[in-house]
């Protein structure tokens, strides 16, 4: 399709279980966002790519969180050791580099996490 | 990241102009103003953007105050479709690379008939 893909939708699994969630950006996008959003707030920065490399990672919350992005295309969030605070939609966006006229990142509809 | 104050809610009725008001007193001479929406259950996107000049597109008009410490996004026409959360965002620009957006929480948007 012509948009950001995530999958899974929507994914549950108990405290302390591992989680991966993957994003396909939109083809020919070389910057790659992971943005997670509690019920009621905005979505919160969590790391973001340009190409392979993370070029910002400040908003990961702590080290359990981990996100690769091996060839430049498709990215994957993994959670280790999940806990229930860890419950939320996790967004993937992606855009052109330094794409300053348009400045347009595209979202996809993200994965809906839920730790029991 | 400089930060924008938005109300928490507005109103409207459907087939009338709506005026959507953001404060951003620490505005940078580099920060792009940035307006996305959230339609229930979907993820943000992107309405309109402007650095000093208003700005029309097919979705909304984008004004910016002259000392560019605060923006108003207008809505021409509310359709119930326009009833979403709306984020300003400032975003600073650097040449040759991205740059993360930091949302608030937004106005929420009633449209009603």
């Known amino acids: 399709g012509a948009g950001v893909s995530q999958t899974p939708s929507n994914k549950v699994t108990e405290k302390g279980k591992y989680v991966e969630l993957r994003c396909d950006p939109i083809?020919?996008?070389?910057?790659l966002y992971w943005y997670r959003q509690s019920l009621g707030q905005g979505p919160e920065f969590l790391i973001y790519?340009?190409?392979?490399?993370?070029?910002?990672d400040s908003g990961l919350p702590n080290d359990r969180f981990f996100a690769v992005r091996p060839e430049g295309s498709v990215s994957t969030l993994k959670i280790q050791r999940t806990e229930r605070g860890d419950s939320a939609v996790y967004l993937c966006?992606?855009?052109?580099?330094?794409?300053?006229?348009?400045?347009?990142?595209?979202f996809g509809e993200g994965s809906r996490l839920t730790v029991l | 990241d400089a930060k924008t104050t938005q109300p928490n809610s507005m109103e409207s009725n459907e087939e009338e102009p709506v005026h959507l008001p953001c404060n951003h007193s620490?505005?940078?001479?580099?920060?792009?103003i940035h307006w996305y929406r959230q339609l229930p259950s979907q993820g943000p996107e992107y309405v309109i953007h402007?650095?000093?000049s208003n700005v029309n597109n097919r979705m909304a008009s984008l004004a910016i105050a002259e000392d560019r410490k605060s923006s108003t996004l207008i809505l021409h026409r509310a359709t119930l479709r326009d009833a979403a959360v709306y984020y300003c965002?400032?975003?600073?620009?650097?040449?040759?690379?991205?740059?993360?957006?930091?949302f608030g929480t937004g106005t929420r948007l009633q449209v009603t008939l």
């Open positions: 790519f340009q190409g392979t490399g993370a070029a910002d």
């Open positions: 402007g650095l000093t």
């Open positions: 966006a992606s855009s052109l580099l330094g794409q300053v006229n348009t400045g347009e990142l595209f």
């Open positions: 965002i400032l975003r600073a620009y650097r040449p040759g690379t991205a740059s993360k957006l930091t």
């Open positions: 620490t505005i940078s001479g580099t920060d792009y």
């Open positions: 083809s020919g996008h070389t910057a």
